[in-house]
């Protein structure tokens, strides 16, 4: 059924980019994996699941081990800073960050292993009060606050859109995110200081975020089914 599945959204995923006269190798799918069992994580990884979302430090931490070395794995969920130094070497791109205070610790950490963390600025767009991320307008400040960070790349931005039956309903919260990140790379066409990266776009709205230029779409119950949470401890 996985793999099934992934076959539907990549397929769905092609023909939004055929809609949009995109380039389909633009769009990276990202197998959100919470609250799943590693089981269902090989059978999405034998399906050609390369990248992988988790939402909690603890269980990102449970699961890499037993993945294959070659998955990249992707943190989407809020991050507390004293739970940055677990995974800062783990993951390939925090997709959350809404703080220079965070972005400061994750710059701290990655000094400290001798990388270069890869970071998107998490936008609350449609300013829904229950979301982390920052407004619009707070957006460019922060970008070039964390920009001056050393150990850190800004790839780009990211939202979560609101939780709609018409995924169209979404389409201007995708394209504002979009402008966002052309107003504030057009603004540093000297000191780059942000990538063109925009994580957007869910199970119930991705073909519309494809559609506006996502270049990652995190998708987890249309690839592994509806999340049972009762069953956490
Ligand atoms: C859970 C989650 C997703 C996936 O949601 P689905 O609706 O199951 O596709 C995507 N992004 C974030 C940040 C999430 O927490």
Redesign the pocket.
Known sequence: MISANMKHVQERIDAACANSGRDTKEVTL?A?S?TKPVEALMEAYEAGARDF?E?KVQELLDKIPQLPSDVRWHM??HLQRNKVKYIIDKVCLI??VDSLRLAEEISKEALKHGITANILVEVNVAAEESKFGVSVEEAETLVSDIAKLPGICIKGL?T?APFVDNEEENREYFRKLKQLSVDIMRKNIDNRNMDKELSMG???D?KVAVEEGATYV???????GE?DYKKES
């Open positions: 990202i959100v919470k979302g939402n989407i969920g997709h959350s990211m979560i869910m199970t119930g991705y995190r998708v987890g119950t249309g690839i592994f999340r």
